[in-house]
C-alpha cells in the first residue's frame, strides 16, 4: 500500500536519499551520466538544500510511503504548479 502525506523535518534525510537517486538514476537520459550535471541538479537536494524546502512558505511538500519505506517526494508550489517530481 502507498500512503502519500505532508513532508516534516523528520523526513528530511530520507528525502534527500530519494531525491539524489532519482535525480542519478531516473534522469540518466537527462543528463547523460555527465558527473558535472548530476552534482548540478542535486546540489540543493542536500540535507541544508530539503531542509530550506521545508521551510519555504511557498512549497508544500509530500512523501509516498511504501510500508515504512520513503519511496517519492513531490511538491505543490502556492500557484498550484508543480513545485517538484
Given at each position: 500500500?502507498?500512503?502519500v502525506r505532508?513532508?516534516?523535518s523528520s523526513d528530511v534525510a530520507a528525502m534527500n536519499r530519494v531525491l539524489t537517486a532519482s535525480i542519478r538514476d531516473l534522469c540518466a537520459a537527462d543528463h547523460h551520466d555527465?558527473?558535472?550535471?548530476v552534482?548540478?541538479?542535486t546540489r540543493n537536494k542536500s540535507i541544508a538544500g530539503v531542509t530550506a524546502m521545508l521551510a519555504n512558505?511557498?512549497?508544500a511538500l509530500y512523501v509516498?510511503?511504501?510500508g515504512r519505506a520513503l519511496a517519492a517526494v513531490g511538491a505543490i508550489a502556492a500557484d498550484n504548479s508543480i513545485g517538484l517530481n
Open positions: 500500500m502507498i500512503t505532508r513532508a516534516d555527465d558527473p558535472e550535471a552534482a548540478g541538479w512558505d511557498n512549497l509516498a510511503e511504501t
